[in-house]
């Protein structure tokens, strides 16, 4: 398995909520994140492994299905990917990744996942999160790391509290960031996915931010709730102009 376009949604499921998780096999998400990090309170982690791993094991998912490991600074990843891998996964995501070494540390432990389960080497892609200030900085090294890596994903709040920075609705304090992580994704042949935006309530301000996104060349954006998911399909989906210009190209091959 592997990731596969269109990713206009990528939403969080936390691995510790089994209705959500059995919710989550018939969302029109293009993606979910089965989430063993920040959606999974310290003193759950193991369970939750078990619930994600029963989940896996269970009916097949309509979205994409990806797993999110704790950070490597844990302690957890490595248990986190024996005890929740199953072949059903489409990539793995990483958070707070710091360089080049990380990625290489994942490879290793998904190839011996995929000797063990029979898949092929590579089967299952990475999809980093950028979310500290040196991972802005280094984002085209781990986008190149190799073809198993997707996709850069956008950790918003987690990178501005790691600058220092006062989150605002207006989101300038992430511009910079935010122009240089889709730029060093398309330089090494990835996508970028668009940090999360956190107002439920606020549908018009989601698809304003996820349209700025989609104007600066992002693919998709991470989601938090399944009431995100038709707002972002609609930033990221062609508007009515678009489509009318693509039927009369179809329009004017068949003439010709």
Known sequence: MALSQPLRSILFVPGNKERMLEKARSLPADAVILDLEDGVPPGEKGPARATVRRALEGDAYGPQVILRLNAFSTGLAEV????AFHPKLDAVCLPKAKGVGDFERLASMLETMEMERGLPTGAVDVLFMVESALGVLIAYDMARASQRVR???LGGEDLSKDLGAIRTREDQELAHARAHLVIAARAAGALAIDTIYADLNDFDGLLADAGRAQQMGYS?????????IQPAHKAFGPNREELEYARRVVEAFEAA
């Open 80 to 83: 986190d990917l024996q005890e």
């Open 151 to 153: 996709a850069l994903g």
């Open 220 to 228: 998709g954006k991470l989601l938090i709730h399944p009431a995100q």
